[in-house]
């Protein structure tokens, strides 16, 4: 398995961090994907990678959440790190859009995104999408760069068929699913039976959103086998094959865990 959003260098984790990295090897996960939230936690996104080098891999980028008046200069700093030769980065993110509890940045955030969409083109790296509440503002963000080669995941995937349709539009994107496919009252499931299994990415998002059955505990890369399991029995699959698809589709999005 490949846990391909995980957040597991914050200080939630800082008792148990490397027993949370036992267990996931344990459980079987093979990489840890970390996107980068804003420039606090590049340090410690950074260190984690260096203690796990081949097994955690970081992603830069400025969450549509962490943005604060000084954002253009934080992209500055960020576009710089890109520019060092033989930088660790394997893709842009986590970028995107929140409407959620903020529209005060609505053009802020736009001009954010847009700005790392050109970095992922620049730099032929993929992205790794946040989006809630504002399905229509990013389907129309990316439909102006469909001429460019680029790739991605629409992370934390929760939409509904039609959402799913419009995002898989987009050839070498895929939507990365989580616990959220676990929740009783999701009809996360009911979705994924209209998208084929080689469009979606498994995915955590330690440690948030935690999967049943250890809903309203921590989440931690290892539970990533929870969701497999849910996405095999969507899918009628074994959970061989659906980890075996799955980590195709990774690998795909994200070329450097080919050569591993």
Request: proline letters at 5%; a negative charge.
């Amino acid at each position: 398995m490949i846990d391909t959003h995980s957040h597991i260098y914050e200080p939630v984790f800082s008792a148990d961090r490397e027993e949370v990295i036992m267990r996931a090897k344990q459980a079987g996960v093979e990489y840890i994907l970390l996107p980068n939230i804003n420039v606090e936690s590049i340090g410690q996104m950074l260190d984690l990678c260096r203690r796990y080098p081949g097994y955690c891999f970081p992603m830069l980028g400025l969450h549509p959440e962490d943005i604060e008046e000084n954002y253009r200069q934080v992209l500055a700093e960020m576009k710089a790190m890109l520019d060092e030769p033989d930088h660790p980065y394997i893709a842009i993110g986590e970028v995107g859009l929140d409407y959620y509890w903020d529209k005060t940045k609505v053009k802020e955030q736009d001009e954010t995104f847009r700005t790392q969409i050109e970095w992922a083109i620049e730099y032929h790296l993929p992205l790794m999408i946040h989006s809630r509440s504002a399905h229509r503002q990013l389907v129309a963000a990316i439909s102006e760069y469909k001429g460019e080669a680029l790739s991605g995941v629409f992370h934390c995937f929760g939409g509904s068929a039609e959402e799913a349709h419009e995002l898989l539009q987009f050839p070498d994107f895929m939507l990365g699913i989580g616990g959220v496919v676990t929740y009783k009252n999701s009809h996360l499931a009911k979705t994924l039976t209209s998208v084929p299994l080689e469009r979606i990415v498994l995915e955590t998002d330690s440690p948030y959103l935690t999967p049943v059955p250890y809903r309203g505990k921590r989440n931690e890369s290892a539970y990533v086998v929870e969701v497999l399991r849910k996405v095999a029995q969507i899918y009628n699959v074994s959970e061989k094959e659906a980890e075996s698809i799955t980590n195709n589709n990774a690998k795909h999005i994200f070329p450097c865990l080919n050569s591993l």
